[in-house]
């Protein structure tokens, strides 16, 4: 017996060692997320350098059980077996598991609907990266805002997808009660294991706008806020005059709430919550129709202004021009007009009984630009404002339904009406929208903005005397560096530590009409917790992009994933070219403080995010 024991004692020895040497070439599986918005898996691991991803693993297509499965050999699954329930018409399931230890192989099975076409399926690889796509992906140029509509509800909600663990209680225990308890308290750690599940829910966030401050000077009222505002048709009141704008989605911070400002003698102005998610500004004044809402281009500061003001003049630093008016035919009830500018613009909207004036107070008209190419607003036109700019105004009687929407980049407005049966123009005369593709430079070469966060005065993020400006500035020129020996064009929006304005960096970019634009940050937070990586785009055209670096990051640096998000950072938002900020580290965890001084940590940062790019465009 007690051979018997010495030898498998032995032949166990044996066993671990063997794995653990299979472990350490293989590819080390370190998260796998899932991307709503455009349906894509992608499968993260840490570069390897002795083991490749060289081949793409073959899908298996089970049509008689509705699902396709692959498997990724010689791999481990380093994080915990993912099971996502999806609220999606064509992809129900997918499940990520080690499918066997010796060979090591993790298998991926997707669950499809009936009618979705497994074919769409499509694996892509970067480095030791997979993506999986379940449907072709178009992306735009241009991600268009909602900002102003007639009908309520046309006004989306905002949902937001959450996981949530939800307790699963068996009717067949003797002693249910005593089982729910330990699971509360965490007593009972098989309980806990076994009657829990993952599911994922859509919740309706309360706002997409957040109203924290307001401002009044001569016949001008300033609300600023965070998020995105939609405004909607104007409420008219007497006695006294008064008039009443509700802004969906919005909440209004409680300081501020059903407090009386005034604007000026026998004029006021007061912001309520008039629901959950409605925020109602009125305005008191025996002039009270003159006062309409009008927003900046970042749809996040929003002026009240009178219309008949010369004050319009002061509310704006750059003027635009207005390069292209096209129609688009939705169907035969609904089209759009489409107006394209050369710089973000200040807009008023003022929607009436005879129809919609739009305020274009910083455009300037260009002449080569005839209104009448618009073949569908027949009814339009554009009239010069005595106290500058333009006002577009369209004809209606209130028979038709109207809605504004702003492209990401404030340079674009999209007017639709929909309605009765419309007469079509002829086909032939339609002016299709100009398409916006990677612009082609003469040399052949791919341009790239690099813009390293903050300089000169603005400091950035500062713990123990080392300054975020710093960092951004080293890391970027190594970036630099890198992809010009690759061939790339590259253009830094300061060089050196100068002091450089935001509106500058967009200024600096759009001139060049790069490529793409990528702003280096590091990160901070008033907890020392917080550390690792993260990528934020906002356009639809800047995702493939995040996603692309943001891998490439990830398998280059040691550090944690803290993922991809949509943000309305301004350089992101107000550039035409993909465009995407990275957080490299945080300066407020002292652990990750100390490596992202180290050259090896520098270093690595820059080869990740030039590798990255160079994969964006190899794709």
């Given amino acids: 017996m007690k051979k018997f024991i010495i030898k498998l004692l032995c032949l166990i020895a044996f066993i671990l060692f063997f794995v653990s040497n299979t472990f350490a070439a293989d590819l080390g599986i370190t998260s796998v997320t899932y991307d709503n918005s455009s349906s894509f898996l992608t499968i993260n691991s840490l570069d390897n ?46 499940k990520v598991k080690q499918f066997s230890l010796n060979p090591n192989i993790v298998r991926v099975v997707i669950s499809y609907s009936q009618n979705y076409d497994p074919k769409n399926i499509k694996l892509l690889q970067v480095n030791n990266t997979l993506y999986v796509r379940f449907k072709p992906t178009k992306i735009s140029n241009y991600y268009f805002q909602h900002i102003y509509s007639d009908t309520i509800d046309a006004i989306s909600n905002i949902y937001e997808t959450i996981s949530i663990q939800t307790p699963v209680y068996s009717p067949s225990k003797t002693n249910e009660i005593l089982d729910r308890i330990n699971s509360a308290f965490n007593l009972d ?55 009443a704008y ?9 300081v501020l709430r059903n407090n009386e400002f005034e604007i000026a003698q026998g004029e006021s102005i007061k912001i309520g919550q008039f629901d959950r998610n409605t925020a109602r500004v009125v305005i008191t004044s025996p002039n009270a129709q003159n006062y309409i809402p009008a927003l900046y281009g970042d749809t996040q500061h929003l002026v009240f202004i009178n219309k008949n003001s010369t004050n319009s003049q002061n509310l704006f630093n ?60 027949d009814n339009a036109n554009l009239i010069a404002l005595k106290t500058g700019g333009f006002k577009l105004t369209i004809t209606d009687k209130g028979e038709n339904t109207l809605d504004i929407h702003t492209g990401a980049d404030g340079k674009t407005l999209r007017i639709k009406e929909k309605g009765n049966r419309i007469q079509l123009p002829n086909k032939a005369e339609i002016i299709t929208p100009p398409i ?18 903050h300089g000169g005065s603005d400091c950035g993020a500062i713990r123990n005397n080392i300054y975020e400006k710093t960092i951004t500035l080293d890391v970027s020129k190594r970036v630099a560096d890198l992809l010009r020996k690759k061939g790339y064009e590259v253009k830094m929006t300061r060089e050196t530590d100068t002091t450089v304005s935001l509106q500058d960096r967009v200024e600096f970019s759009e001139n060049l009409d790069p490529d793409i634009f990528v702003s280096i940050h590091v990160n901070s937070s008033n ?93």
């Fill in 49 to 94: 350098d002795d083991f490749k991803l060289n081949t793409l693993p073959k899908l298996i297509i089970l049509e008689d059980e509705q699902k396709a499965y692959f498997d990724i050999n010689s791999s481990i699954l380093k994080c915990s077996p993912q099971e996502l329930i999806l609220n999606s018409t064509d992809i129900k399931e997918i």
């Fill in 189 to 243: 750690d098989k309980s806990n294991e076994n009657n829990f599940i993952l599911s994922k829910k859509n919740l309706i966030l309360p706002s997409k706008y957040y109203i924290n401050n307001i401002n009044i000077k001569p016949e001008v009222i300033h609300i600023n806020g965070i998020g995105s505002a939609t405004l909607s048709k104007p409420i008219k009141l007497s006695n006294p005059t008064r008039i």
């Fill in 246 to 254: 509700d802004i969906r989605s919005t909440v209004v911070n409680p």
């Fill in 318 to 377: 750059a003027k635009s021009t207005l390069n292209n008016i096209s129609d688009e035919i939705n169907d035969d009830k609904t089209h759009s007009m489409k107006l394209v500018f050369s710089k973000p613009i200040l807009y008023g909207v003022e929607r009436n009984s005879d129809g919609l004036e739009i305020y274009l107070f910083n455009v300037e008209k260009s002449s080569s630009v005839n209104l009448k190419k618009s073949l569908i607003f």
């Fill in 436 to 453: 916006v593709t990677t612009p082609q430079k003469t040399n052949g070469k791919y341009y790239i903005v690099l813009d390293p966060g």
């Fill in 527 to 619: 907890s020392e917790a917080p550390n690792g990586l993260e990528t934020h785009y906002y356009k639809d055209n800047s995702l493939q992009l995040a996603k692309t670096v943001h891998a490439s990051m990830l398998n280059h640096i040691s550090a944690n994933n803290r993922g991809l998000f949509k943000s309305k950072f301004y350089v992101i938002n107000h550039t035409t070219a993909p465009a995407i900020l990275v957080e490299i580290g945080f300066l407020s965890n002292p652990t990750e403080r100390a490596q992202l001084v180290t050259e090896s940590r520098k270093q690595a940062t820059a080869k990740a995010i030039a590798e990255g790019i160079n994969d964006y465009f190899k794709k």
